[in-house]
T-cell receptor, first 110, second 114 residues
Framework: SQQGEEDPQALSIQEGENATMNCSYKTSINNLQWYRQNSGRGLVHLIL?????REKHSGRLRVTLDTSKKSSSLLITASRAADTASYFC??????????FGAGTTVTVRA | GAVVSQHPSWVICKSGTSVKIECRSL??????MFWYRQFPKQSLMLMATSNEGSKATYEQGVEKDKFLINHASLTLSTLTVTSAHPEDSSFYICSASQAGEKLFFGSGTQLSVL
């Protein structure tokens, strides 16, 4: 069942700007992951943050996790046209059976 | 990173025919693979968990006889959409785990049933 919910549903920004999207979930988790999907393609894993972590960085990506609020955010800094994609959060309660949110569609304008 | 190959990328078939989609882990062994369905601009909905050497576990509401899953080896899982109808048209994606938490996804299969 779908647990995560991303916000906003869609985001349009200028190249070079930062993009922030949020994810809320309902039940306790082992970890929370963010994935990117280009149109008509499979998903690519971006970053994993464990339930005992609060912040994690990977290149231009910054992820935060607030387990008390059951929410996470993904920040993409200095966005590029190639960052145009849909971004999904996925929660892992157990057995790697990830539950995906509805996604945020990001459009980066040149 | 690990590579998961999914084939075909797209398929068009007539109503009533069956379609087989393959998902292969190319450089690792995957005891568990997952099959998802995705409608346009929507999230991935888990259909079933495919376990090597045993029966697949289907999510609630997914017809077992409609979506046949076979995981005959540690590197191959197949999804067969039997007697496909236009409402089965969708984007199907597989994923596999390399003994870790993150998943590696196939590139997806766009099925169009006429």
């Amino acid at each position: 069942s779908q647990q995560g919910e991303e916000d906003p549903q869609a985001l349009s920004i200028q190249e070079g700007e930062n993009a922030t999207m949020n994810c809320s979930y309902k039940t306790s988790i082992n970890n929370l992951q963010w994935y990117r999907q280009n149109s008509g393609r499979g998903l690519v894993h971006l970053i994993l943050i464990r339930s005992n972590e609060r912040e994690k960085h990977s290149g231009r990506l910054r992820v935060t996790l607030d387990t008390s609020k059951k929410s996470s955010s993904l920040l993409i800094t200095a966005s590029r046209a190639a960052d145009t994609a849909s971004y999904f959060c996925a929660t892992d309660p157990s057995d790697y059976k990830l539950s995906f949110g509805a996604g945020t569609t990001v459009t980066v304008r040149a | 990173g690990a590579v998961v190959s999914q084939h075909p990328s797209w398929v068009i078939c007539k109503s009533g025919t069956s379609v087989k989609i393959e998902c292969r882990s190319l450089d690792f062994q995957a005891t568990t693979m997952f099959w998802y369905r995705q409608f346009p601009k929507q999230s991935l909905m888990l259909m079933a968990t495919s376990n090597e050497g045993s029966k697949a576990t289907y999510e609630q509401g997914v017809e077992k006889d409609k979506f046949l899953i076979n995981h005959a080896s540690l590197t191959l899982s197949t999804l067969t959409v039997t007697s496909a109808h236009p409402e089965d048209s969708s984007f199907y994606i597989c994923s596999a785990s390399q003994a870790g938490e993150k998943l590696f996804f196939g590139s997806g299969t766009q099925l169009s049933v006429l």
